[in-house]
């Protein structure tokens, strides 16, 4: 299956400032990565499907500017986590989809924002 | 509204079997997939159903009924390390991932 490497997998920052998380797909070839959002105890939520080359689909609820997704290339997408607070500290993970069947995911990244 | 259903915790012995039961509503069915997740872990794959049926991978098995949207996974002979938390998902009509919440399982010795 597809190999997914996520950067960093924990990060501290403080309030205000943005922080930047990598998803790289390193033998596959992802035209679309998916970034979710897991908080303790609960279930992995869908914060936006990235797209390479365009602009990213954004679910309901998430704020586009401040969560910002670059997929430059088929291999690399970002999240910049803009002027963080507190309450975006959380468990950030990407994956890419293995077609049909199952997902890749990254190692995840752990956010705390102080 | 799509939804799936799964216990919060579920406690076993090891060396036992467990079975822990998915249900789910969704607008349209691509399969549904069990995952393992570990604390401060992504997730990694389990299994994939499509068909109604079993599928069996080595100590785990899980079983889906599209009919009755249920599905289980199923652990045999459980050991320490399977201790951590089991997540359903399905894909809907759009081949979007709708996540449970995922059941903690707590292998006791």
New interface residues.
């Given amino acids: 299956g597809a190999v997914v490497s996520q950067h960093p997998s924990r990060v501290i920052c403080k309030s205000g400032t943005s922080v930047k998380i990598e998803c790289r797909s390193l033998d596959f070839q992802a035209t679309t990565m998916f970034w979710y959002r897991q908080f303790p105890k609960k279930s992995l939520m869908l914060m936006a499907t990235s797209n390479e080359g365009s602009k990213a689909t954004y679910e309901q609820g998430v704020e586009k500017d401040k969560f910002l997704i670059n997929h430059a290339s088929l291999t690399l997408s970002t999240l910049t986590v803009t002027s963080a607070h507190p309450e975006d500290s959380s468990f950030y993970i990407c994956s890419v989809s293995g077609g049909e069947t199952e997902a890749f995911f990254g190692q995840g990244t752990r956010l705390t924002v102080v | 509204g799509q939804n799936i259903d799964q216990p919060t915790e579920m406690t076993a012995t090891e060396g036992a079997i467990v079975q822990i039961n998915c249900t789910y509503q969704t607008s349209g069915f ?2 549904l ?1 069990w995952y393992q997740q570990h604390a ?6 389990l299994s ?1 159903n499509v068909l109604d049926g079993l599928e069996e991978k080595g100590r785990f098995s899980s079983f889906l009924s599209r009919s009755k949207g249920y599905s289980y996974l199923l652990l045999k002979e459980l050991q320490m390390k399977d201790s951590a938390s089991y ?1 359903c ?1 399905v ?1 809907d009509s759009n ?3 709708i ?4 059941t ?1 399982l707590i292998i006791k010795p």
Wanted: proline content about 5%.
């Fill in positions: 691509n399969g997939f401060g872990e992504a997730p990694t794959f994939y997540l998902a894909k081949y979007q991932l996540w449970g919440a995922g903690k």
